[in-house]
């Protein structure tokens, strides 16, 4: 079972606010992962981390930034969100041996 | 980089039958997983395979690593309308340090 917990899970907010989703982890996973994905459709890897500090962009650009401060947290933050970005946003994690990831319950981000 | 082909997109079935769906990839991998995603969640990780030619039970759920390592299916015997979602695969490529994952297959159980 993991324990791997997002907040907000629905967020509604007019265009132009800056946002920060959380994701936070109690594993002790060094990797953690962010994906994109609207509804019924795939999975896209827009930021992950191998450990503290380490940062890297996926394959889908994205406008978003993380950071990575503590192995536990992995926050994603958009400066100035356009409906564009409306989305859901999944997090993940995933111990270093096996590369299994552990997904999050996501955030549902509306812009307005 | 490399792709999975999911398969099919999407199935209709009655309750009580069985399914079948698969990825296949023109490259090789070292681990092969299953998710399921309900609508509005975070996918739940079902099967995990990390041997070729490994079969794995998860009550209803069955899934095999393929023996060439390009391949991967999923079975899911005796459906209940629960079983309603959107199934993905998910792929460690040998040659890449990232999962890939596959489109999904939407799955549809008629009481």
């Known amino acids: ?43 896209h890897l827009i930021h992950y981390s191998y450990g503290v500090n380490s940062t890297e962009k996926g394959d889908l650009s994205s406008e978003s930034t993380v950071s990575r401060i503590r192995t ?11 409906p564009s970005h409306t989305s859901q946003y999944l997090c993940a994690s995933s111990p270093p041996v096996t590369d299994t990831q552990y997904f999050g319950p996501g955030t549902r981000l509306t812009v307005l | 980089g490399q792709q999975l082909n999911q398969s099919p997109q999407s199935m209709f079935i009655q309750e009580g039958e069985d399914v079948s769906m698969n990825c296949t990839s023109s490259s090789i991998f070292n681990t092969w997983l299953w998710y399921k995603q309900d609508p509005g969640e975070g996918p739940v990780l079902l099967i995990a395979l990390y041997k070729a030619g490994e079969l794995t039970s998860n009550g209803r ?43 999904g297959t939407q799955l549809t159980v008629n009481p």
């Open chain 1, 1 to 43: 079972e993991a324990d791997i917990y997002q907040t907000p899970r629905y967020l509604v907010i007019g265009t132009g606010k800056k946002i920060t989703l959380e994701c936070s982890q109690t594993m002790g996973h060094d990797k953690m992962y962010w994906y994109q994905q609207d509804p019924g459709m795939e999975l």
């Open chain 1, 72 to 82: 536990e947290h992995f926050p994603l933050t958009l400066e100035s969100a356009r």
């Open chain 2, 61 to 103: 759920l069955t899934a095999q690593f393929g023996i060439t390592r390009k391949d991967s299916f999923l079975n899911i015997s005796a459906s209940i309308p629960s079983d309603v979602g959107i199934y993905f695969c998910a792929g460690l490529p040998a040659s890449g340090s990232r999962l890939t994952f596959g489109e």
